[in-house]
DNA sequence: TGGGTCATGTAACCTGTTACATGATTAG
DNA sequence: CTAATCATGTAACAGGTTACATGACCCA
């Protein structure tokens, strides 16, 4: 999957693994992220497959740079991994799985968890995105074809967040449901007592 | 991860790697996958840690049974992990990285895109879901104060399926409106031709 | 008798994370 | 003078995927 974003990345233009890193920091950083180390490792492979090749920029005073253009086979690539599995395979959710299990802490606290990620933001704004990496916003003003998609991604980033406000608002409803419930019986009911509950 | 997710499973009843390997492949499928290699390797990892302990059980003609049970230090580590870094982190999403990319690709290709991803299910209907795993269904019935959060998954993924589809219409809309764009200018524009056009 | 389920795993590989390491320039 | 930025990487480890391997039972 990295080697495919690098990939995408190069296609927009040559980088060095140091721009590389920096667009995967300041732009892509929502939906997904990249250390150097894997960067240069990933490099090094692809260039092996023929995908990217390097020129040598020697610089003066700065260190030199490797930059990295792609190749015809590169861009076959490219296209050959856009078209291929179109469905949406199930999407790997640390969240999810957390919520899953929360029935082992006490309702009031996850109750606290849920109204505190109503209000955290998970998308940077707009404006921060537009600024953050120039040669994305040099793109948006030069080919608007090409800057869409990248626009398409910010939506969905937008949308998703509310999505995750109203579920968010559900799940306190549905806790504060269940908290009520179990109040008619059980007046002061303290995470310890829960313990006690269970364990009969 | 995977250990907590396990840890979980195991804290809602004893199980053997099989049995945790199913819940993950009949329930947890939309948010979490894995393979009963990985499933064994921690099993292994986790009895080290004094996570989980194992009871062998000797069956008649079926080969024996590795039965987990939680030790009081699991459950430990189990309540830290669900307490433990309540921010939730920027997901990685291979399905935004192509997205991202697909400026690469004709304009009425992606439009074909996104009508067949408005109309594909990703997440099975709650009636497959209640009734795929026995242990979770008779969990609801038994502690409905557990099934909440179960529930709770289930509702997120009806709500971020009907976002994916509202995004998709979105999606079709921006790349209708870029097509009538350059309509305009190019009339009977083919893929080969906008190779052409990019290379000058 | 052949395929599905129950039940165990190993080995090799690929991908991602954390920590370390260097060194010059430039802006405050 | 100090911190940030540009620019390169390596090493060790953790986590996930793919493929292989075994064996008995049960149902059609």
């Not at 929502?30 to 894997?38: C, E, K, L, P, Y």
């Not at 949406?88 to 606290?109: D, H, I, S």
């Not at 608007?144 to 306190?172: D, H, N, S």
Request: aromatic share 10%.
């Amino acid at each position: 999957m990295l080697k495919h974003g690098i990939l995408g990345l190069i296609s927009n233009g040559d980088k060095t693994g140091y721009e590389i890193m920096t667009v995967f920091r300041d732009s892509l950083n929502h939906f997904w992220t990249a250390q150097t180390s894997q960067i240069y490792r990933e490099l090094q492979a692809m260039e092996k497959s023929g995908w990217i090749r390097q020129t040598h920029v020697v610089q003066a005073g700065k260190p030199d740079k490797h930059v990295f253009s792609i190749t015809p086979a590169g861009h076959e690539e490219l296209l050959r991994w856009l078209r291929q599995d179109n469905i949406p395979a199930g999407t790997r959710n640390p969240f999810l799985l957390k919520t899953f299990f929360r029935g082992e802490l006490p309702v009031e606290e996850n109750i606290g968890f849920f109204k505190a990620l109503q209000c955290a933001a998970v998308f940077p704004d707009e404006g921060k995105q537009a600024s953050a990496n120039a040669d994305l916003y040099r793109q948006a003003v030069d080919h608007p074809e090409k800057a869409v998609y990248w626009k398409l991604t910010i939506e969905f980033g937008r949308m998703y967040e509310k999505m995750q406000q109203e579920w968010c608002k559900y799940c306190i409803r549905e806790l504060e449901k269940l908290q009520h419930m179990t109040d008619g019986r059980n007046h002061h009911d303290t995470p310890a007592d829960a313990e006690q509950e269970k364990k009969r």
